[in-house]
């Protein structure tokens, strides 16, 4: 049954981009029986595993800060459902339209429900090894002239230490520094962000060494 149920949500038929973006749209104005048409519209297309993809390609593509908001909240509910019936290649592409999204999108509400999609699938991933590369962007991301950036990775960061702290272990080092240069950032917000992210961390101390480090 499991596997007929894959292979049906296989065949299903996803909408184009333009398609995609007038059901998203419609789930946006104040009229409910247009609401509920795009709902069982949405709710047919999620079960195909590359409904992600679909979404993250309306998240970097549409023109409307709303509907790249609310594509983003839907990636959310099920990408980590999702993730897992994905192929290799398309992991890759998630990972692409995630990092070149949280790179580029001006908008502050999309931009953190984007570090959310981030978050979400990176739980997963990383203690399977399938995205190794998102600390050094996340790094990278932490020292950039932008506070929208700087902010966003500390919002990743916090998110991640909270669950996979034994993992992250390693780089606690250099997360602290990071965090510790959010505290005195320019930047209210990035401030902000940084002590949530610094308390985050303080709570997989183990040994005297890390207790010396939380307080250097």
């Known amino acids: 049954l499991a596997m007929k149920s894959r292979q049906t949500a296989a065949a299903i038929v996803l909408p184009s981009r333009e398609e995609l973006e007038a059901i998203l749209s419609h789930l946006l104005v104040p009229d409910s029986n247009v609401i509920k048409e795009a709902e069982a519209r949405i709710k047919?297309?999620?079960?195909a595993p590359r409904y992600l993809l679909s979404l993250l390609d309306q998240i970097t593509a549409s023109p409307a800060p709303q509907v790249r908001q609310l594509a983003a909240v839907l990636a959310r509910r099920k990408c980590i459902q999702l993730w897992g019936q994905l192929n290799e290649a398309d992991q890759q592409t998630v990972k692409a339209l995630l990092q070149q999204s949280l790179a580029n999108e001006q908008h502050h509400l999309v931009r953190r429900s984007v570090a959310d999609v981030i978050s979400a699938i990176a739980k997963s991933a990383l203690p399977a090894g399938q995205w190794n590369e998102l600390?050094?962007?996340?790094?990278?991301?932490?020292?950039?002239?932008?506070?929208?950036?700087?902010?966003?990775?500390?919002?990743?960061f916090s998110s991640l230490t909270d669950t996979l702290g034994d993992i992250l272990r390693p780089h606690f080092n250099q997360l602290q520094k990071i965090f510790a240069a959010g505290l005195a950032d320019s930047s209210p917000p990035v401030r902000i962000t940084a002590l949530r992210a610094f308390g985050t961390l303080v709570q997989w101390f183990r040994t005297d060494a890390e207790y010396e480090l939380g307080a250097s």
């Open 44 to 47: 047919e297309i999620s079960r």
């Open 135 to 156: 600390l050094q962007y996340l790094f990278e991301c932490s020292q950039s002239a932008h506070a929208e950036h700087r902010e966003v990775a500390l919002i990743v």
